[in-house]
C-alpha cells in the first residue's frame, strides 16, 4: 500500500482543517494507518491511528480536537482537526505500519496555524 497525504494549509488558532490519506492497493481495508507530525528540528510525534476494526488511538495532545476515520470504500483515511493551536503546526505523515519498519515517510502536508 502506498499513501498520499493531502489537505494541509493555512488556518487560524481556534479553525478546522481535514487532512486526507488516500492509498493505492487492493489491502487497503486491512491496513493501519497511523498519522504522524513533525515540526522542522524536531522529532517526529505520533497523532492518531485507525485499526482495520475502525478503532483509533490518539496522542494525548490530539484526544478531544483531532479525529481520524477511514472510508474503506474510497481508499482513504481523514484526519479531522478542530480548535487548531499554533503548536499543531507541523508536516503531517501518514503512514502503515510497513513505512514505520522501514523508516519511509513519503510526503507529508504541512499545516500551519497563526496566532
Known amino acids: 500500500v502506498q499513501l498520499q497525504a493531502c489537505g494541509g494549509g493555512l488556518v487560524q488558532t481556534g479553525g478546522s482543517l481535514r487532512l486526507s490519506c488516500t492509498a493505492s492497493?487492493?489491502?487497503?481495508?486491512?491496513?493501519?494507518i497511523h498519522w504522524y507530525r513533525q515540526v522542522p528540528g524536531k522529532q517526529r510525534e505520533f497523532v492518531a491511528t485507525?485499526?482495520?476494526?475502525?478503532?483509533?488511538k490518539y496522542a494525548a495532545s490530539a484526544k478531544g480536537r483531532f479525529t481520524i476515520s477511514r472510508d474503506n470504500a474510497k481508499n482513504t483515511v481523514y484526519l479531522q482537526m478542530n480548535s487548531l493551536k499554533p503548536e499543531d503546526s507541523a508536516d503531517y505523515y501518514c503512514?502503515?505500519?510497513?513505512?514505520?519498519?522501514?523508516?519511509?515517510w513519503g510526503q507529508g502536508t504541512l499545516v500551519t496555524v497563526s496566532s
Open positions: 503512514v502503515t505500519n510497513t513505512d514505520l519498519v522501514r523508516a519511509y
Open positions: 485507525i485499526y482495520r476494526s475502525g478503532s483509533t
Open positions: 492497493g487492493s489491502t487497503f481495508d486491512s491496513t493501519v
